[in-house]
């Protein structure tokens, strides 16, 4: 990757992901105040599905108990919000005890970490590829199915903006270290970013381009806190709960449904139930149809490693489910689209597509039918 400080761009571009982000602020609000809804409510403050669960982590931290038959839960099951990563609520912590208001601390950071994503994407497409694929490429991230999750109090927005500076900062490997310990810590997808630096290193072993020094230094700083973060959170539970694998046992339970499978087995699953319309797979092929339609080799084999593994992730645990918010830190996606060449109103009619789609997903999201 070129260095970033060899290339100065005028401020004034960077009003471009401002004003990106406005528009993409102003449509989600739009939309979700549709039918007399009240979009603050229903977006920025929402305790919508596993958000709550965040905001209980940040006010009273982790809570297990055994489930009693209730709401549809199992009795002798794992309860509580065992099954949700610290990094977010953490992070959430200090503003939280400073305004004492959670749903204004999510909704603050929410907005504030989706503004930064939209400003860092176009910054990394800018200094590689110009302005205008810079354009496309956040104009996209605004556009995909499911981007108004940025602005929910899950994790996304932080987490995508984590990633985006861990790209940006790679060289400095202290930076590297800090910001891949944090997604470790953060979202369990977030780990497969360490194929990132595993293909960089592979790449240097296979053209002999590589000393043990260097080799050890992509290691230890830019690969293992991507474990190290997971090995930490399962500690706590270890010295906290005595059980190191809680949080696995907790996700294995069967209402959540997740289980190791072939990645084709869930997409065919979606696609011949009377699933096939739904969100899920709609997210997934809308997915699939951007990297057919935009593929390029100009992303390289670090980002396209990492896109690959991202992408298949989902599918791989046996449920397509939630697979819209999963793929909101699947970023090289949306620089494919600014960096290929295709022409440029191909590019637009996709994320006029896209757009439509995602007005629908806010709708459905809206009336508590999207988790």
């Known amino acids: 990757m070129e260095n970033l400080s060899k290339r100065l761009w005028p401020l004034r571009h960077y009003l ?63 309860c509580g919000n065992p099954g949700w990563w610290p990094g977010w ?37 800018l200094t590689q590829w110009g302005l205008l694929s810079a354009c496309f490429g956040t104009a996209s991230l605004a556009c995909f199915p499911g981007s108004f999750y940025l602005l929910t109090g899950f994790p996304y927005a932080f987490l995508l903006t984590v990633l985006l500076l861990y790209i940006l900062l790679f060289k400095n490997r202290y930076a ?54 997971p090995l930490a959170f399962f500690t706590y539970f270890w010295i906290t709960q005595g059980d190191l694998m809680l949080h696995m046992r907790f996700q294995s339970q069967p209402r959540y449904a997740r289980s190791w499978s072939w990645p084709w087995e869930a997409v065919w699953s979606h696609l011949r139930s009377r699933k096939g319309a739904h969100a899920e797979t709609v997210s997934f092929l809308s997915a699939m149809f951007a990297l057919a339609l935009f593929g390029t080799r100009r992303l390289g084999a670090g980002l396209w490693t990492v896109t690959a593994g991202l992408v298949l992730l989902s599918p791989s645990t046996g449920s397509l489910l939630s697979v819209f918010r999963h793929y909101l830190i699947v970023f090289p996606l949306h620089m494919l689209v600014g960096i290929s060449s295709r022409p440029w109103i191909i590019k637009l009619l996709f994320l006029v597509v896209m757009a439509s789609l995602n007005r629908q997903f806010i709708l459905t999201f809206v009336y508590g039918r999207l988790v």
């Open 89 to 125: 609520p953490v992070i959430a912590k200090p503003l939280y005890l400073l305004t004492g208001d959670v749903h204004f601390t999510y909704a603050f950071l929410a907005v504030t970490f989706s503004l930064a994503a939209f400003i860092l994407i176009f910054h990394l497409v």
């Open 176 to 229: 590297a270290f800090i910001l891949a310990f944090i997604a470790g810590v953060s979202y369990p997808s977030a780990v497969l970013f360490a194929l990132y630096p595993t293909a960089i290193l592979i790449k240097k072993v296979i053209a002999k381009d590589f000393n043990p020094r260097s080799c050890a230094d992509i290691i230890v700083f830019r690969i293992l806190p991507f474990a190290l973060g």
């Open 16 to 78: 471009i992901p401002l004003a990106v982000f406005g528009l993409f602020f102003a449509g989600v609000m739009t939309v979700a105040a549709e039918r007399g809804r009240n979009p603050v409510q229903e977006i920025l403050l929402t305790k919508k599905w596993d958000i709550n669960h965040y905001k209980t982590i940040t006010t009273d931290g982790y809570i297990i108990y055994e489930c009693t038959g209730r709401k549809g839960y199992n009795k002798g099951e794992i």
